[in-house]
C-alpha cells in the first residue's frame, strides 16, 4: 500500500473510531515505525497521547496486540475507553475471577485483531506465555518503560524477565513507551530488553504551560503552613505527594478534619479503599488526593491543575514523572516542591535497600547445579529452596544470565550454561548493584541541587534530560523566572 493511501486510511481511523482529526508531533512518526515491524523506544512527554501509537496500529496489525502495564487501575480505565469505542479489548490481572480470566484467555486464539492488557508478572509467566505462544502476537508494547530501568528491580523485579518472555513469543516486535529517559536510561532500557537496536523517537519534555516552583520551609510548621496557603491560592483539582505512608496518611487526617474534600492512596490500602479513593478523585468527587508515589503513574485525568510535593522527591526523573500529571489537557497548571532540608535524610533511608550480596549470587548459582541433573528449573522451585526474597532472587538470576552462567528457555525456565564460576566472579558481579546504590545517591542529590538552584527550572530539568536550551534561555514562567533571587 502506497504511503499516501496507508496515512489516508489511518486518517479515517482516527476520525471514525477514535474522534481525532490530527495528530500530536512525535505521534505520526511512532506509529510509522511500529507498522514498519521496528522495535521503537517513544519518549513523549505526559499528555502528548502515547497510548494511540499503539491503539492506532492495533487496527491495522494483524494478530495480537499485547500491552504490559504496571497498574490494573489503568488497565481498567484503558479497557473501558476503547471497549466504548467498539474496540476488540481482553484484560488480564488478578483481581478478575477465575470465570473471567478463562473467558479472556479462550478469547485470545479467537480474535484476528485485540488488545490484550496485562501486568508484567502475568507476561513473565510460563504458563500464560505458553498460552500465548498458541496466538498471533504482532507487537509488544511496554507502557511506563523507565520502570524497567529506574525502578524495575525494587519496583517491580518482574520487568527484568520481560526479554525473556517476549523471546518465547517468537520474537515480535516492542513498542516501549515513556514520558522520561535520559541516556543511561535509554541504554539501560535497551540493555534490559536485549534489543540493542531499538530505534529512539522523542519529542521532547519541554511544557509551557506547566509552571514550576519551589518553596523553601524551615521547619515542619512553616511546611503545614505553606500547604494551607496553596490550597488556598489553587483552584481546581490537585495531588498532594508524600514520601512516606505516614505522611499521607497524617495530612490526609488534618486536612479531612479541617474540610478538605480530599482522598487517601498508598500502597498499605486494601485493593477496593485505593480503588474507591482513584475513582472519586477521578470522577471529580474528590478536590484532592494525598498519596504516595504508588499513586499517578497513568493515571488519565487532563484536568489536575496542580501537584505539591510535601517532601523531596528520590531524583529528577521521579519529580518530573509525578509533577507531570498536572495540565495533561494542555491548559495552565503548576507544580510545587516544598523543600526542608531535613526531608533528605528520608530519601536517603529510602533509598539503602538491600541488593543480593556476592553469597547470595553464589547460593543461587550452586543450587541451580545442584537441580540441573533433574532438568530446567523454575525461579519459584529455587526459591523454594533458598532463604532469598522474591526480588535478590529475580535480580540475582538475571544477573548470573548477564554474565552467561545460566540461561533461559522457552518455558522460562533455567538451565546452567557454563562451567562452574569462579567465586570472585559473583563477587564483580555484586558489585553492579553498589555502583546502582551510588548512582541513586547521586540522583538525590540532584533533586536537591534543583530544589537550591536560583536558575531557571525548565532550564535544569531540560540539561538533565540532555536537552541543551540555548544559551541564557529561560522558559519565563518559573518561581526563579518570574521572581530571580537575589545574588
Known amino acids: 500500500m502506497p504511503i ?20 500530536r508531533p512525535g505521534q505520526q512518526q511512532v506509529i510509522d515505525a511500529v507498522l514498519a515491524g521496528q522495535d521503537t523506544l517513544a ?3 505526559t499528555g502528548a497521547g502515547k497510548s494511540l501509537c499503539y491503539q492506532l496500529p492495533s487496527l491495522l496489525l494483524p494478530g495480537l496486540t499485547v500491552v504490559v502495564s504496571p497498574l490494573i487501575a489503568l488497565m481498567k480505565d484503558q479497557v473501558d475507553h476503547l471497549q466504548a469505542r467498539g474496540l476488540a479489548v481482553l484484560q488480564l490481572h488478578s483481581q478478575l475471577t477465575a470465570e473471567e480470566a478463562q473467558s479472556a484467555l479462550a478469547a485470545v486464539g479467537q480474535l484476528a485483531r485485540a488488545i490484550l492488557f496485562c501486568t508484567p508478572e502475568r507476561l513473565a509467566s510460563p504458563g500464560f506465555v505458553a498460552h500465548l505462544r498458541q496466538a498471533r502476537v504482532a507487537l509488544v508494547v511496554i507502557d511506563e518503560a523507565h520502570c524497567i530501568a529506574q525502578w524495575g528491580h525494587d519496583f517491580r523485579p518482574a520487568y527484568l524477565e520481560l526479554a525473556a518472555a ?5 520474537r515480535p ?6 514520558a522520561t529517559a535520559t541516556e543511561a536510561v535509554v541504554a539501560d532500557i535497551r540493555h534490559q530488553l536485549e534489543r540493542p ?14 509552571d514550576y516552583g519551589v518553596r523553601q520551609v524551615t521547619s515542619e510548621d512553616d511546611k503545614q503552613a505553606a500547604v494551607r496557603a496553596l490550597l488556598a491560592q489553587h483552584q481546581g483539582a490537585g495531588i498532594i505527594y508524600t514520601a512516606t505512608i505516614k505522611a499521607a496518611a497524617t495530612l490526609h487526617a488534618q486536612l479531612l478534619a479541617e474540610g478538605h474534600d480530599c ?5 498499605k490500602l486494601r485493593a477496593a479503599e485505593r480503588h474507591a479513593s482513584q475513582d472519586a478523585f477521578m470522577a471529580g468527587q474528590r478536590r484532592l488526593m494525598i498519596a504516595t508515589n504508588a499513586f499517578g503513574m497513568g493515571v488519565d485525568k487532563p484536568d489536575i491543575r496542580f501537584v505539591l510535593h510535601l517532601q523531596v522527591p528520590a531524583s529528577l526523573d521521579a519529580y518530573y514523572q509525578e509533577s507531570g500529571r498536572a495540565g495533561r489537557d494542555g491548559e495552565a497548571a503548576c507544580a510545587t516542591l516544598l523543600y526542608l532540608h531535613a526531608d533528605k535524610r528520608i530519601q536517603q533511608f529510602l533509598l539503602a535497600h538491600h541488593y543480593p550480596a556476592a553469597q547470595e549470587l553464589r547460593a543461587v548459582y550452586e543450587a541451580l547445579q545442584q537441580l540441573a541433573p533433574d532438568g530446567p528449573v523454575s525461579a519459584h522451585r529455587l526459591r523454594g529452596m533458598l532463604d532469598l526474597g522474591q526480588t535478590n532472587l529475580r535480580v540475582s538470576l538475571r544477573l548470573l544470565k548477564e554474565a552467561g552462567l545460566l540461561r533461559q528457555n522457552r518455558h522460562l525456565a533455567y538451565l546452567p550454561a557454563a562451567a562452574r564460576a569462579p567465586p570472585a566472579h559473583f563477587v564483580q ?20 541541587a534543583y530544589a537550591h538552584s536560583a536558575r531557571c527550572r525548565w532550564s535544569v530539568l531540560l540539561e538533565h534530560y540532555e536537552e541543551l536550551p ?3 534561555w529561560r522558559c519565563g514562567h518559573c518561581d526563579n523566572c518570574r521572581h530571580p533571587p537575589a545574588a
Open 197 to 210: 537496536d531499538l530505534q529512539l523517537i522523542h519529542s521532547g519534555v519541554y511544557r509551557a504551560r506547566l
Open 43 to 45: 519518549i513523549m512527554p
Open 429 to 448: 558481579l555484586a558489585q553492579a548493584y553498589a555502583d546502582k546504590q551510588e548512582r541513586d545517591r547521586a540522583n538525590l542529590e540532584a533533586m536537591v
Open 470 to 472: 540555548a544559551p541564557g
Open 173 to 178: 516486535p516492542v513498542l516501549a513507551l515513556t
Open 4 to 23: 499516501d493511501r496507508r496515512h489516508l486510511q489511518q486518517r479515517r481511523l482516527l476520525r471514525e473510531v477514535f474522534g481525532i482529526t490530527h495528530l
Open 166 to 170: 517476549i523471546d518465547a513469543l517468537h
Open 263 to 267: 482522598g487517601l492512596y498508598h500502597g
